[in-house]
């Protein structure tokens, strides 16, 4: 369980929002929502353990984690541009967090095609990240994330930019992998619709400031 | 790069003018320094101990050079592509120093803070390399660190990587291109590095390029001088051949990230680290140049500043700053103009004329000493017997200036999205307004920066004018070298004096450079 508690964030010398409160139960899918601007991804940023926040505290599964450094938590973040490694092979940067966490080759090599194929990504396992396309590349993001078994999955608009149809299909591949696998997931973004399409709770921003 | 230009005939008059010149002046003396020394029964010379300890020592402290470089210039990379700090643009300038200082000066400078038994060592000429090439190397690696998008390095912590773990798995692969062409430069610099060896070196500590002087100058073995010349070209571009292909199937570099990696110093432990890595890396920087200035007023022991006013009431000095200035307001106008027309050739040519940006590199492969050779024993029949002609100088010092000026334009120019001139084009102007009110207005800071660099160049350079000036039209370079050759502490504090003109010369030109450099990211960040 995630429970953030009354969390203040300055943000380039300007206070975004104060005593945000939040709990996201075990394999709950919770969308947040809001206007451009108002916090949302600086928010996720701070629960991953990338920014810092100024007052209010972070637990996971009743362990505070508001000072563990973001390597330490095992919160997963799909980001908004995918950030895939441009020096490693698709399953190279599904491998990465195995590689951190030294896994044997052999087992690590089996979960990489196992989580692959769970995205239908099989075939581009040696394929460079710079050739893929959007979907590819957005499905080696969640495959990554995935790889690592994160206690909670935060995903940064991640179907924001790819057309109509792709967006369809992803959202729906998305929302079904994520509940076979029974991930804990704060997904943000600024649709409604696929909000509701993918989430068991649909919040706004504006609604968790006391 | 596809562009407007590219129909149009006249990419092909832009090439003219840079191709004949390197042609005439570079290719043909190396071409003639091959033809030559396999000609002579010299190749003998190769097989002697003492030639065989001559490259041995030009390798090695190459080698442990660009090492020592790397040491210092990898954590200033890192400081200065992570943070930003208070005067940062200060440091960056003075850091960036010694690199632009003629190669004399630092060799003065080290002559003047070493203890007289480091003189002529081995430790002494890599200390001055390093000196010479860390602020440069860091520079080149900060601009590769700042591509580096920092949600990568987020990506990589939220996948458990701790930053040691992110260092050796995210940023050493993605930096590695950067370090490896930085260190190939600095090992090219440091193996033909000639005005430092010469005065630092000594006739102990000889490397290729300063025994290929010694030969032709001193011991009017021309025929053996061509020989090592040919050797260390052929060393240079084997080097340059391996290494480009040994990084050509790197992945594709990323492009500019939209937003800046580089934060606010916030932890005490980050404080203390940037404060202790900036500081030594200034001292070093501005040490060796203060203390050139220092010994220009302290004759004897006791403060005078009567080698400044020698400096400035010597006719035979007052005359050599004015050829200097003289013959580097020609090399500056050429370099600037040839890098500009070399740039538009590769930049609007769709890779028709790609190779020009090769043909630049060959002044910097070649070195200056080489070039310089290479052009007596060419130009040396009527009717192009043109050793002893005025323009010969500022034309050498213009081609070694020459991969440098279109290297500064060349990013710039190919940056332009064509979409600008299309913009342009629809708007009724023909090609030649489009270039003049797009391209221009855009590369004319550039074009200023290729033109202070080349002025730079051609009043430090040492190595072609060691072969090309004249009894009486000597460059300072030259003269501060003659002033140390002879006895006598008020000589030497003359030699000092001039050194520190130089320094102020190239303290000025860094600061315009980083001036248009700083102007122009902060009209790019408004954009």
Same mark, same amino acid.
């Given at each position: ?210 | ?351 028709? *004329?790609?190779?020009?940006? &090769?043909?630049? @590199? /060959? +002044? =910097?492969? !070649? $070195? ?5 050779? #290479? ?91 060691? *072969?090309?000036?004249?009894? &009486?039209?000597? @460059? /300072? +370079? =030259?003269? !501060? $070298? ?5 006895? #006598? ?39």
């Amino acid at each position: 369980m995630l429970e953030i508690d009354k969390v203040s964030i300055i943000y380039d010398s300007s206070q975004l929002f104060a005593n945000l409160s939040l709990t996201i139960k075990h394999h709950e899918i919770v969308a947040l929502t809001g206007p451009s601007g108002s916090g949302k991804t600086t928010l996720l940023r701070c629960i991953a353990g990338l920014e810092s926040i100024s007052t209010g505290s972070i637990h996971l599964n009743g362990h505070d984690i508001t000072d563990q450094p973001a390597h330490l938590r095992n919160i997963g973040m799909v980001f908004q541009d995918n950030q895939l490694f441009p020096h490693l092979t698709v399953g190279q940067n599904v491998a990465y967090s195995l590689k951190i966490k030294r896994t044997p080759k052999k087992i690590a090599d089996n979960k990489v095609r196992e989580v692959l194929s769970l995205v239908g990504l099989n075939h581009l396992i040696d394929r460079t990240v710079t050739n893929l396309s959007g979907g590819e590349a957005k499905r080696v993001a969640v495959a990554r994330a995935l790889i690592a078994e994160p206690q909670v999955l935060l995903l940064d608009e991640p179907l924001t930019g790819l057309d109509i149809e792709l967006h369809g299909r992803l959202l729906e591949d998305l929302g079904k992998l994520l509940r076979t696998r029974g991930t804990t997931v704060l997904h943000v973004t600024h649709d409604k619709a696929e909000a509701s399409a993918i989430a068991d709770r649909v919040l706004d921003l504006r609604q968790l400031i006391s | 790069m596809t562009t407007i230009y590219n129909r149009s005939q006249a990419i092909y008059w832009l090439a003219i003018a840079p191709i004949v010149a390197i042609v005439i002046f570079v290719i043909a003396p190396v071409f003639n320094i091959f033809v030559s020394s396999l000609q002579f029964e010299s190749l003998n010379l190769l097989r002697t101990e003492a030639i065989r300890n001559v490259v041995w020592f030009t390798t090695w402290q190459s080698l442990v050079s660009t090492a020592f470089t790397l040491v210092i210039a990898l954590p200033l990379a890192f400081v200065t592509a992570n943070f930003k700090f208070k005067a940062q643009r200060l440091t960056t300038s003075l850091i960036s120093l010694p690199f632009i200082l003629p190669s004399i000066v630092v060799g003065v400078a080290f002559l003047q803070i070493l203890p007289n038994n480091f003189h002529r060592t081995a430790f002494a000429l890599i200390l001055a390399h390093t000196y010479f090439n860390f602020g440069f190397t860091s520079r080149l690696i900060t601009a590769r660190w700042l591509q580096i998008h920092p949600h990568l390095d987020d990506a990589a912590r939220t996948l458990g990587a701790s930053p040691f773990k992110l260092f050796i798995t995210l940023t050493m692969p993605l930096l590695s291109k950067a370090i490896t062409n930085a260190a190939l430069i600095v090992f090219t610099l440091c193996f033909t590095s000639y005005g430092v060896v010469r005065v630092l070196g000594g006739p102990s500590r000889s490397t290729l390029e300063t025994e290929i002087y010694f030969r032709a100058m001193q011991l009017g073995d021309v025929s053996g001088a061509m020989l090592l010349s040919a050797l260390q070209i052929v060393i240079i571009v084997s080097l340059f051949f391996v290494t480009t292909r040994a990084s050509r199937n790197k992945f594709k570099q990323s492009t500019k990230p939209t937003i800046s990696r580089q934060k606010s110093l916030q932890t005490r432990k980050q404080k203390v680290i940037a404060a202790t890595i900036i500081s030594i890396a200034t001292l070093f920087a501005i040490v060796p140049v203060l203390a050139i200035a220092f010994k220009s007023i302290n004759t004897n022991s006791r403060f005078t500043t009567t080698a400044w006013r020698t400096v400035f009431t010597s006719p035979e000095i007052t005359q050599s700053i004015t050829k200097t200035l003289i013959y580097a307001v020609i090399a500056m106008s050429l370099a600037t103009l040839l890098g500009l027309l070399s740039a538009c050739s590769v930049a609007y040519s769709n890779n028709n *004329f790609h190779f020009i940006s &090769g043909l630049t @590199t /060959l +002044p =910097i492969v !070649i $070195s200056a000493v080489s070039l310089g050779l #290479g052009i007596i024993i060419t130009f040396d029949t009527q009717p192009f017997d043109w050793r002893g002609a005025q323009f010969m100088l500022p034309l050498a010092h213009a081609l070694v200036a020459l991969p440098l000026a279109m290297r500064v334009i060349l990013p710039v120019l190919q940056a332009i999205p064509d979409s600008l001139r299309q913009a342009s084009s629809v708007l009724g102007a023909s090609p030649r307004q489009t270039w003049l009110n797009i391209d221009f207005k855009i590369i004319r800071r550039a074009a200023i920066s290729a033109a202070a660099i080349s002025a730079t160049v051609s009043i430090g350079e040492f190595g072609a004018s060691s *072969f090309l000036a004249r009894r &009486g039209a000597e @460059t /300072l +370079p =030259i003269m !501060i $070298s003659r002033l140390l050759s002879r006895p #006598g502490d008020s000589l030497q504090s003359q030699a000092f004096a001039l050194a520190t003109l130089l320094a102020i010369f190239s303290l000025i030109v860094i600061f315009v450079i980083d001036s248009f450099a700083n102007t122009k990211s902060a009209r790019d960040s408004h954009a």
